[in-house]
């Protein structure tokens, strides 16, 4: 179901989002479990490293590559702004920012939430997070990004690519993970 689901939300074939899974399973990077009854029961960090990997990879056999550079992101207080998010640590991840806000629609304490308008944007190859959205009638933005040694910019790029998705994907996919 939650393949499916991710499919559906980001407009992406299902035999696309079946191989990064199969990725993300064999790195270890999502729930293993048997088959049928014995079968593993999805997780919303499950979710949010499949959504990473299928919005995040240039190409599928590099899922294990995108969740580890994009879900390991550190939230970035000083370019945010706002220095904190409810209920996260100030030393949260990105990866984890995105399993909470699933698992807030799975658990239902978003799932009336219309006031909730966001937009997501992974950017590679300098791997950087972005959270654009208003809640609540308050505009806000989160980035997310690695540390730099002191001193040092990151090298410059001219060429980046963005990946962007909003609130209804991981809506999507936290209903799906109620079922």
Not at 35 to 52: H, Q, S, V, W, Y
Not at 60 to 70: D, P
Request: glycine share 8%.
């Amino acid at each position: 179901m939650l393949i499916e689901s991710v499919a559906d939300a980001l407009g992406v074939d299902v035999a696309t989002v079946v191989t990064h899974d199969r990725n993300l399973l064999i790195a270890g990077l999502r729930t293993r479990g048997g088959r049928g009854r014995a079968a593993a029961r999805m997780t919303p960090n499950d979710a949010a490293n499949l959504i990473i990997a299928v919005a995040g990879a240039d190409q599928v056999q590099n899922s294990v590559v995108a969740v580890q550079n994009f879900a390991s992101l550190r939230f970035d207080p000083i370019r945010s702004s706002s220095r904190e998010i409810p209920g996260l640590s100030a030393k949260h991840t990105f990866g984890e920012f995105l399993a909470e806000f699933i698992e807030g629609f799975r658990s239902g304490d978003l799932a009336g939430a219309s006031n909730i308008e966001l937009e997501i944007k992974l950017t590679r190859p300098l791997y950087e997070a972005e959270i654009v959205g208003v809640f609540d009638g308050s505009q806000w933005s989160f980035k997310y990004s690695r540390p730099s040694p002191k001193g040092c910019d990151p090298p410059g790029r001219e060429l980046s690519i963005t990946a962007t998705f909003t609130h209804r994907t991981p809506w999507q996919v936290g209903e799906a993970l109620r079922i």
